[in-house]
């Protein structure tokens, strides 16, 4: 069996580029994979910095999922419709509860009603340790349009659903919607102290409940789009290699994702087996390589800011690009020197191979001081499993030769 073998580096490898589907340049070379899924006789990683090669794990991809799909045919919206925008008025029409949304189920409002259909990522976001669960409402006979670069495009009052619940109590349940001007905006139902009555809509501002030692912050609707960038497409997670992998839908029946959304007609068009190659990994993810769990990191969790236009309005800020499918050489990242300053640590740059101790990118990971701090808004609590996985990576490259 031959698959690609994708250099997410570029500079010092002699592979041919190619293009999926139009869209994601990557270099490629193929390579020969066992029986047992692994990629045999590839160039190893980070052999050389900038310019390395990859392999796109493919062990999940050739394994059968215990079921083709994972829903027989797209489901009805029931009482789930897209949310006008507040006007703040006393007659204000936008839900103030949880339960006046009709979007999740009166007796269980943890629970989503018909209509939603339940998605998952392979490389979440870091949100302080929350267990988080993910749904998205598209209206009846609209469908998703599916980007060169994998992003997806959901058609107006199309809405996402994302709950948070942390020591065992429900935190909140946040909402994006795409009105009917085509932009998106969050809101936020902050749930009771008990996490289990009924939830409210939280104002446009900020708010903090201390849950143990650590704080949480409820984000402000301004906040939301702090993140939800523009420049990302706003419907952060919804792209071909955050989908491209099994989830569990109702019924315990597991099934890849995107196989899914096709199957029940979600999208415009079919799929290219090519757009079925890229797939993002989880931090934890043992059975991917390094490299491609360290990039699906800093893809999620940060490049919905890190890519072009995505600091517009920021002012003074390096031009890194941090997404997923930009070669190494390309991501401004490497031997170059910070824009702000070192932060008490003498000749650091923003990404010094061989030494994480020396690289800014993960000095503001895993320090709490305001205004240091990456991510800046949105967590208070360090992600140790990230913060050690981008040391590991830094770690492992070396100079070219």
């Known amino acids: 069996m031959v ?38 006789d590839a160039q190893s990683e980070d052999t050389c910095v900038p310019g390395s090669t990859v392999a796109v794990d493919m062990r999940d991809a050739f394994a059968a999922p215990a079921v083709l799909f994972g829903l027989d045919n797209r489901p ?28 999740f189920e009166p007796s269980d409002l943890r629970e989503p009603v018909a209509g ?68 998106w905006a ?27 030692l650590q704080t949480w912050q409820f984000p402000s609707r301004s906040a939301c789009l702090s993140c939800h960038t523009e420049a990302a497409g706003r419907s952060l997670g919804l792209e071909l290699g955050q989908l491209n992998g099994d989830h569990t839908y109702p019924g315990d029946r597991k099934a890849n994702q995107l196989a899914t959304l096709e199957h029940i007609g979600l999208f415009e068009s079919a799929l290219s087996p090519a757009q079925y190659l890229v797939r993002y990994a989880a931090a934890t993810a043992s059975s991917s390589s390094l ?4 990039r699906s990191y800093l893809h999620s969790n940060c490049s919905h800011c890190h890519r072009p236009n995505g600091l517009q309005t920021e002012g003074n800020l390096p031009d890194i690009d941090l997404r997923f499918d930009v070669v190494l050489a ?41 205004n240091v701090r990456m991510p800046a808004i949105g967590s208070t609590v360090v992600d140790a499993t990230g913060v050690a996985l981008i040391n590991e990576w830094i770690a492992s490259m070396q100079t070219c030769r």
């Open 76 to 103: 009805a919206n029931t009482t789930c419709r897209a949310l006008p925008r507040p006007t703040g008025l006393a007659n204000d029409p936008f839900p103030q509860t949880l339960l006046a949304t009709g979007c």
């Open 330 to 370: 390309q991501t401004n990242l490497i031997n170059r020197m910070p824009v702000r300053g070192e932060f008490g640590v003498p000749g650091v740059l923003l990404v010094k191979p061989g030494a994480p101790l020396q690289s800014m990118l993960t000095v503001r990971m895993k320090t709490t001081v305001a």
């Open 186 to 212: 969050g809101y936020t139902y902050v749930w009771d102290q008990d996490g289990k009555n009924e939830a409210k809509l939280l104002g446009d501002e900020t708010s903090t409940r201390s849950i143990g």
């Open 3 to 40: 698959v690609l073998v994708a250099s997410l580096c570029g500079a010092c490898s002699d592979e041919d580029e190619i293009s999926i589907d139009g869209g994601i340049a990557i270099d490629a070379l193929a390579a020969d994979v066992g029986s047992d899924g692994v990629v045999q």
């Open 116 to 183: 939603l259909i339940p998605y998952d990522v392979n490389a979440p976001l870091w949100s302080d340790g929350a267990v988080k669960r993910r749904f998205m409402m598209v209206p009846d006979g609209q469908r998703i349009r599916v980007l060169p670069d994998g992003d997806f495009v959901l058609p107006v009052g199309s809405m996402l659903f994302k709950t948070f619940e942390l020591a065992g109590k429900m935190l909140e349940t946040r909402f994006l919607v795409r009105h009917t001007d085509g932009d």
């Open 291 to 294: 490299q491609v769990r360290a």
